[in-house]
C-alpha cells in the first residue's frame, strides 16, 4: 500500500455546515409536518432564508461558526496525532472508510466501476456503415 492509499484510508473531520444548512435542516422538520413534500420544504426554506434579515440569520451564523471551530480543531488533531477525537468520543482510526462505490444486489456488479461506463452515446437503432 503506498502512502497516498494510506492518506485515503484515513478518516478526515467532516467540512462545516453552512448557515443555511443548520437553518434548511431545523425549518424543513416543521414545514415537512405542515404536509409538504420535501422539494417544497425545500424550496420554501430558500425564499425563506433569503428573506430573512442579518439578525435573524445571527443564531445559524453563530452555529456555522461554532461548526468551523470543531472542524479546524479537528485538523490540527490530525496534524499533532494522526488522528482526531469523533462525536461519539472514540479516536477517527477506531473505525474504517466506508468504501463509496455502490454494488447492486442482484447482479453483484460494481455500478460505479469504469468497466460499466459506455464509451459514447448510446444509440437507438443500428449504427450507421461505413
Given at each position: 500500500m503506498a502512502a497516498a492509499d494510506a492518506e485515503e484510508d484515513i478518516i478526515k473531520p467532516t467540512r462545516p455546515l453552512s448557515a443555511y444548512i443548520f437553518f434548511s435542516t431545523?425549518?424543513?422538520?416543521?414545514?415537512?409536518?405542515?404536509?409538504?413534500?420535501?422539494?417544497?420544504?425545500?424550496?420554501?426554506?430558500?425564499?425563506?432564508?433569503?428573506?430573512?434579515?442579518?439578525?435573524q440569520k445571527a443564531p445559524f451564523?453563530?452555529?456555522?461558526k461554532e461548526d468551523e471551530k470543531r472542524y479546524l480543531a479537528q485538523q490540527q488533531e490530525v496534524k499533532d496525532k494522526g488522528y482526531f477525537i469523533m462525536k461519539d468520543g472514540t479516536k477517527s482510526t477506531d473505525h474504517t472508510?466506508?468504501?463509496?462505490?455502490?454494488?447492486?444486489?442482484?447482479a453483484g456488479v460494481v455500478v460505479n466501476s469504469p468497466a460499466n461506463k459506455t464509451k459514447g452515446p448510446l444509440t437507438a437503432g443500428k449504427a450507421k456503415a461505413k
Open positions: 431545523e425549518r424543513t422538520k416543521e414545514i415537512k409536518a405542515t404536509g409538504k413534500t420535501q422539494i417544497e420544504a425545500m424550496r420554501q426554506c430558500g425564499v425563506e432564508w433569503n428573506a430573512l434579515t442579518e439578525e451564523l453563530a452555529k456555522n472508510l466506508q468504501s463509496s462505490t455502490r454494488k447492486r444486489k442482484s
